[in-house]
């Protein structure tokens, strides 16, 4: 069994893996992805990797916090691939099907995607994503943070009551101590893996497959409108393919969705 440190993670990792790595991990932190984008800013190499116990001021899409006060696994990962703005969808959704195979071969779960980034077991939401990126003159990427918090346990007395119907965890409360370093090299294992072959997107239809949106009524949100409809299939461009009640199809890439349950 290895204990929960660098030391540990790199000790599962694959060696030609675990050479590359440079992972440093913390207690606490108030965001690995800050910590990691500073580093980024300063010249660390691809293959740097903070991790937290905990984070004090975790973070989601569209500048929402995300509650990772409890033990949990909080991840960031360095890479430098060079791409387009328009790409970054596609390191997204990488992420999450590394992710949830990672969950999978870790735990007795069947992890599910909810486009574009996060992750569901058991009907409840436990691992969010964030991947940020600075561009350069010529457009392509300087670097991309790769962040994804995991709950590995319920916290002590349970969720805080405005996200209790969504927010789930891997295990209960006061277990999964050395699941956190196994997963962490499961995680960084089939990233890299995949990252390797980027541009083939090989992971596109174990993205879809893994989908709990398609086929199911969504809400389209955007800042002006909420729409209504149903998603019906994820394109070679990883959007979302949405028959609204009007009639219309569109292929939607912006703006955020909701699954409404019947």
């Known amino acids: ?29 108030d965001s690995t992805n800050t910590c990691l984008k500073k580093l980024a800013r300063v010249g660390a190499p691809e293959g740097r990797v903070i991790i937290a116990r905990r984070q004090s001021a975790g973070r989601g899409r569209l500048g929402r916090s995300f509650y990772s006060a409890a033990e949990g696994l909080y991840i960031s990962v360095l890479i430098r691939p060079h791409m387009k703005a328009e790409g970054m969808v596609f390191v997204t959704a990488m992420t999450a099907v590394a992710m949830a195979r990672a969950i999978e071969r870790t735990v007795d779960a069947d992890p599910m995607i909810k ?23 010529d457009a392509l990427s300087e670097y991309v943070v790769i962040g994804a918090g995991v709950n590995i346990t319920e916290p002590l007395g349970g969720f805080p009551a405005d996200i209790s119907a969504v927010a789930g965890a891997l295990l209960p409360h006061g277990s999964g101590q050395e699941l956190r370093s196994r997963l962490a090299a499961a995680f960084l294992e089939d990233l890299f893996g995949e990252y390797a072959r980027l541009d083939s997107r090989s992971f596109l239809d174990e993205y879809r497959r893994r989908s709990m949106v398609t086929g199911k009524n969504v809400s389209v949100i955007s800042p002006t409108l909420t729409r209504h409809g149903k998603a019906i299939a994820i394109d070679d461009d990883c959007r979302l393919v949405v028959r609204f009640d009007d009639g219309t199809t569109e292929h939607v890439s912006t703006g955020e969705i909701s699954v409404r349950v019947d």
Do not use: Q, Y
Not at 118 to 130: A, P
């Open 1 to 29: 069994m290895s204990d929960f440190s660098a030391r540990g993670i790199l000790d599962i990792c694959p060696k030609d893996l675990a050479g590359r790595l440079d992972i440093t991990l913390f207690d606490e932190l």
């Open 115 to 137: 486009w574009v980034n996060d992750i569901f077991v058991r009907g409840k939401k436990v691992c969010g994503i964030l991947c940020e990126s600075a561009f350069g003159a």
